[in-house]
């Protein structure tokens, strides 16, 4: 992540299902958000941070690639088990917009981790390029984990807490190396959404200002990591909130 004093960050969190015919309107406020905040913030870099997630997540982080600005993916898990809660033609863009960001790097945990949720980090895997899709078809299967490669470098990022969230600490973890063997990661199976939530909860917390593609409804989710919840941690942070309202 840039310094703060050097970069303006955009905070990422929405839908993961956007109507299909509010795309292209939900498109043009994005990018007119985009602009305007570089027209503000002159004198900075801009950085979209995230997690790239299916829907917002991913519509988000395209456009702002497409905008010339700087992408960082906070996951909340590492890449190969990340990869299989995506469709095929999502995967294959997820792969895409992870050869274009600028850093990559799985979130440690903000809140106790359960024992029984860790596990082996595995490599990470290739990049396949692709052209954007707006719209993902229905019932698509869900694509398997692919090949391990050895090259690819991801950052995992230990924080601090409360009035510290901001300073960063960075561990760097090499995957399919002897650096990277036998690093632990946290929550798959059935507590994925506590590793959604902490993705969340990162962004929320390193943030300049959150860009929620939402519907506006203020509902609270099993595990916390709705993305009202992500919001609700942002203005906890005193963080400002663009909304692009998705039509119900």
């Known amino acids: 992540m840039p310094d703060s004093q050097d970069s303006f960050i955009i905070g990422i969190t929405g839908h ?8 292209p309107a939900l498109t043009e406020k994005i990018r007119a958000f985009y602009k305007a905040t570089a027209q503000r913030h002159t004198t900075k870099s801009i ?6 997630a299916e829907g917002a997540d991913t519509l988000c982080a395209k456009l702002a690639l497409d905008a010339g600005l700087r992408l960082v993916a906070p996951l909340p898990m590492p890449v190969a088990e990340y990869r299989s809660d995506f469709t095929l033609s999502a995967a294959v863009e997820f792969d895409r917009l992870l050869s274009l960001a600028s850093e990559v790097f799985v979130v440690s945990p903000n809140e106790p981790v ?3 949720c860790e596990f082996t980090v595995p490599p990470n895997e290739p990049v396949v390029p692709s052209s954007y899709e707006f719209a993902i078809p229905p019932n698509e299967p869900v694509v398997p984990p692919c090949k391990p490669s050895p090259t690819q470098t991801i950052m995992d ?4 807490t409360g009035a510290n969230q901001k300073n960063r600490v960075y561990t760097k973890t090499t995957r399919g190396t002897e650096a990277g063997k036998g690093a632990v990661g946290r929550s798959v199976g059935g507590d994925r959404g506590f590793c959604y939530r902490q993705a969340g909860i990162y ?14 409804v203020k509902k609270n ?8 919840e992500t919001i609700k941690l942002a203005q906890e942070e005193g963080t400002p909130l663009h909304h692009v309202i998705v039509p119900l």
């Open 114 to 116: 359960v024992p029984s």
């Open 203 to 216: 962004v929320a917390r390193h943030c300049d200002m959150l860009l929620a593609v939402w519907d506006g």
């Open 221 to 228: 989710t099993q595990d916390g990591a709705g993305t009202w």
């Open 157 to 160: 990022m230990s924080t601090g």
């Open 16 to 23: 993961r299902k956007l109507p299909y015919e509010q795309l």
């Open 47 to 52: 950085t979209v941070l995230s997690p790239l």
